[in-house]
T-cell receptor, first 114, second 111 residues
Framework: EPEVTQTPSHQVTQMGQEVILRCVPI?????FYWYRQILGQKVEFLVS????????KSEIFDDQFSVERPDGSNFTLKIRSTKLEDSAMYFC????????????FGPGTRLLVL | GENVEQHPSTLSVQEGDSAVIKCTYS??????FPWYKQELGKRPQLIID?????GEKKDQRIAVTLNKTAKHFSLHITETQPEDSAVYFC??????????FGKGTHLIIQP
């Protein structure tokens, strides 16, 4: 069964550094998402992406964040200047060819900002 | 925006008994309600979902009920087994794309 994959599984960075988190959505999916989960808290929506543009973003997704689909398979989340509070598990998700289909999650990238 | 409340935060049941987890939502426009199971250190996995045009859906030992008038939905697990131990998240989605999650329920199955 195809799955969403993410790299790296863990990333440690210094405050102020840029990080890029990578995701490979399920191959025939058209809708892509990023969520984050601060340790011990609920999963929070960051952004959704469809047809090469952002379709929705939350209040968390400020100017420090950006997303990109640089090629036909990868979907990336960039944090320009990391803060301590960006430390969290970041999940990528994808869903099928129509709006509103089930979202399938990747294994996550645990980001630690020191 | 949407707000989802989930109870209880921890639920301990004897193996073989039933478990019920409840969620309420605030946005009457929400029309899709998935439940995810997350084992320690792993990805959230969809276990069942329901759309607002039905009141109940069942898949083997798992069922979900939806009360649109009261804006609440519940997960029912019957004949619980040790492998059911995990954190369960409810979520809701309305006209937007992103899911709004509850805070999660840590389900513990006692042998």
């Amino acid at each position: 069964e195809p799955e969403v994959t993410q790299t790296p599984s863990h990333q440690v960075t210094q405050m102020g550094q840029e990080v890029i988190l990578r995701c490979v959505p399920i191959s025939n999916h058209l809708y892509f998402y990023w969520y984050r989960q601060i340790l011990g808290q609920k999963v929070e929506f960051l952004v959704s992406f469809y047809n090469n543009e952002i379709s929705e973003k939350s209040e968390i997704f400020d100017d420090q964040f950006s997303v990109e689909r640089p090629d036909g398979s990868n979907f990336t989340l960039k944090i320009r200047s990391t803060k301590l509070e960006d430390s969290a598990m970041y999940f990528c998700a994808s869903s099928g060819r129509a709006r509103g289909e089930t979202q399938y999650f990747g294994p996550g990238t645990r980001l630690l900002v020191l | 925006g949407e707000n989802v409340e989930q109870h209880p935060s921890t639920l301990s049941v004897q193996e073989g008994d039933s478990a019920v987890i409840k969620c309420t939502y605030s946005d009457s426009a929400s029309n899709y309600f998935p439940w995810y199971k997350q084992e320690l250190g792993k990805r959230p996995q969809l276990i069942i979902d329901i759309r607002s045009n039905v009141g109940e859906k069942k898949d083997q030992r798992i069922a979900v009920t939806l009360n649109k008038t009261a804006k609440h939905f519940s997960l029912h697990i019957t004949e619980t087994q040790p492998e059911d131990s995990a954190v369960y998240f409810c979520a809701a989605r309305g006209g937007a794309d992103g899911l709004t999650f509850g805070k999660g329920t840590h389900l513990i199955i006692q042998p």
